[in-house]
């Protein structure tokens, strides 16, 4: 009887104006605001400009495991590298029974900072890895702030000689938002993560040649 006095008196002030109906739902006698704000994800490159800032309609699913327990397991990818521009990167990224583990440290013109693993997916028939670090110290400001999410990918050409230098893409993205969105880390990961990166995937450029030595296993 009180959800349904409850119910008719949120109609009645939804006619009369004082609520705004079509932001709001009525769910077992509580009003709960509805999630459909938009993903923002922003694009820049070596040199640390933005070349772009764009928005898509953000996937939502229900967590089905934590992020330990995300993916396939034991996959692998380190790096220890330099771009043309001259920033510095130093990766690992390893996935196995014990969960997701890792760190990153960037010595960039764009910013110093510290990450922590968060996701990887490798693919050993290509030598590729999509990998994602949230940030957990900055030394240097700049482009990337603490709590930003990056994702970037890489390619282990081989070794020896005669091999083709080893390549990460051209761009890097970040999420700075998705908490308004998702709540917390683990509920973003079972939507957006190395396995499915959703539009991550279509907005990170070709590969580039780097100096260094990137391995993915």
Known sequence: MKSKQIYSAFFLACILGLFSCTEMTFEEGLLK?????????????????IVETTSFTAPKGTPSSSIESRGNKNQIATGDYQTISGNEYLFSAIENKGGVHGEWDIKAIWGSYKLETICVSTNEEDGTAMVAGIVTEVFAPGILELDYIVFFRVK????????APDQTSRLLVFFRNYRQNYGTLENFLANINC???SYVANILGPYEDRIGQIQVK
């Open 33 to 49: 605001p509805t999630t459909d704000t938009e993903l923002e994800v922003s694009v820049f490159n070596d040199e640390g400009m």
């Open 156 to 163: 282990d050409n081989g070794e020896g000689a005669n091999s």
């Open 195 to 197: 396995a499915n990166p």
